[in-house]
């Protein structure tokens, strides 16, 4: 027998690959096929079976695309409704993997369809259980993702949710847990940076797991949720009705433009999207481009910010713009109109107008940090943990362009982050609604800490 976690930091997700004497099964994989592929025929196996967790909402699984392409199964839990074929596994049905079995554990909540794989070995011992987003290291999967045509209330999926979390606790403490995702997923409001755990300690350490009643279980669940991303009902119905093939999307969107075309497009309300690195975004950028570097949580904040209907146009480092497009195509966010061929110094050499963001370090910050104002746009659970700069303006990324209302335009604001990845993108939006009077923080409040400035904790935070 053999496992394997495939984690992608830019989604937080893990994929998972189980093999037994030449039968493969992939768990949750993301929308890319050639990974699992080439993962099987190197291993000398054929992929027998795609198991579904749930439909997600963060990312467009590569199901449908990997069981066209290798013959395998789709197999979700009860109650799955798709738009194409899939098998629907009953509550503690088995799979047959070589001289493993994959059992069925109906665990709604999340999800209504949410399951669990419980994967036993060639001795029909429990050895790991793939909890997709019922159960996370630190956490449980959010209970607020009712899609079209479900009327499940938030209380009714925490209260299913209880039961299923009860279920697992029944299972052997030692129980190695794959979860679908680790931190910085919204999937979850609070979990950890670790990829697995075990039954037991999530008993001994996870808030969820510890709630002594539903009626305690349900408010500690559904207490301080935010609001999901708009692009997560999108990526669940695609997920749940069909897409397009991945290579088909990639070929079209990894198009080279001219300068004139991208100008042309510019003119006719196309988004740019800059992907490079903070660094090189602040020295010369399009006007009003939107940047989202690849260095970072790239598809997550892309999804949080933008519609996925926006139509694009892509500014990428020479080599990056197919990732670009592909990592985008994870999410759903398909209408990419190509890329700037040449990327910015074509657009420099052909006497075209930039922009600049201006920076400073947090030691020069501390020494006019009285003299304008701030903006922190970290979230509040991060502004409580470290505390904030006096009388900064706090108003989280996720929410910004919704309370553009609450800033001054007339106003020099400092904008910082944690670490500095996310404040250029606060910069960047903002300069697309008009606010001109900007300076960026390097390294966030992490280099904030370090300059003596006496922080304070938060009042409110949008």
């Keep these: 027998m053999y496992v394997e976690q495939l984690y992608t930091n830019c989604l937080a997700e893990a ?19 050639q990974p699992y592929i080439e993962m ?21 699984s590569g199901h449908i695309d990997l069981a066209k392409l290798t013959g395998a199964k789709i197999i979700y839990g009860p109650n799955a409704k798709a738009g194409y074929e899939i098998t629907n596994a009953a509550d503690n049905e088995e799979f047959a993997l070589g001289a493993v079995k994959i059992k069925v554990l109906h ?18 011992k429990e050895s790991a259980i793939f909890t997709g987003d019922t159960l996370f290291v630190g956490d449980v999967g959010r209970p607020d993702l009712t899609v079209k045509g479900s009327n499940l209330t938030l209380e009714e999926l925490a209260g299913m949710l209880y039961y299923s979390i009860d279920r697992l606790k029944q299972l052997p403490d030692d129980l190695t847990i794959y979860p679908a995702h680790g931190a910085g997923s919204s999937c979850g409001k609070n979990i950890g940076k670790e990829t697995w755990s075990t039954i037991g300690q999530q008993k001994a350490t996870n808030y ?27 990526d669940a119905m695609v997920n749940m009705n069909g897409y397009e093939a991945v290579d088909a999307v990639v070929a079209r969107g990894n198009t080279a433009l001219s300068v004139d075309a991208v100008e042309l497009l510019i003119n006719e309300g196309v988004t740019v999207l800059d992907t490079r690195t903070v660094l090189e975004f602040e020295k010369g950028f399009i ?29 990428a480092d020479n080599g990056k713009e197919k990732e670009a497009v592909l990592r985008l195509a994870r999410v759903g966010y398909e209408n990419v109109k190509g890329y700037l061929k040449g990327g910015i110094a074509a657009w420099i050499a052909a006497g075209k107008e930039v922009d600049i963001v201006n920076s400073v370090s947090a030691e020069e910050f501390a020494l006019h940090y009285t003299e304008s104002k701030v903006l922190d746009v970290r979230r509040p659970g991060e502004q409580e943990t470290t505390g904030v ?6 108003i989280c990324l996720e929410t910004l362009e919704n309370n ?8 020099h604001y400092y904008v910082h982050c944690a670490g500095g990845y996310r404040s250029v993108i606060a910069a960047s939006l903002l300069k697309r609604h008009g606010f001109d009077n900007l300076t960026n923080i390097y390294g966030g409040m992490g280099a904030i800490k370090t300059t003596g400035i006496p922080l304070v904790q938060p009042e409110v935070a949008v």
């Excluded at 998972?16 to 949750?28: L, T, V």
């Excluded at 510890?210 to 999108?234: C, M, N, R, W």
């Excluded at 553009?404 to 106003?411: G, H, I, P, R, V």
């Design 208 to 234: 969820a797991m510890l709630q002594p009643t539903k009626e305690a279980f349900i408010t500690a669940v559904t207490d301080g949720i935010s609001a999901p991303p708009a692009y997560f009902f999108h």
């Design 287 to 315: 006007p009003n481009a939107l940047n989202i570097g690849l260095d970072g949580q790239y598809a997550i904040w892309v999804g949080t910010i933008l519609k996925p209907e926006t139509p694009l146009v892509l500014v």
């Design 389 to 394: 700069v006096p009388d900064a303006t706090l």
């Design 107 to 124: 665990t709604p909540g999340h999800t209504p369809e949410s399951s669990c794989y419980l994967l036993l070995d060639e001795n029909g």
């Design 404 to 411: 553009l209302a609450q800033l001054d335009k007339s106003a």
């Design 40 to 60: 099987a025929q190197k291993r000398g196996a054929v992929i027998k079976y795609v198991f579904e967790t749930h439909f997600h909402a963060d990312f467009v």
């Design 15 to 33: 994929a998972y690959y189980i093999e037994s004497n030449g039968e493969a099964a992939i768990i949750d994989p993301l929308r890319e096929t």
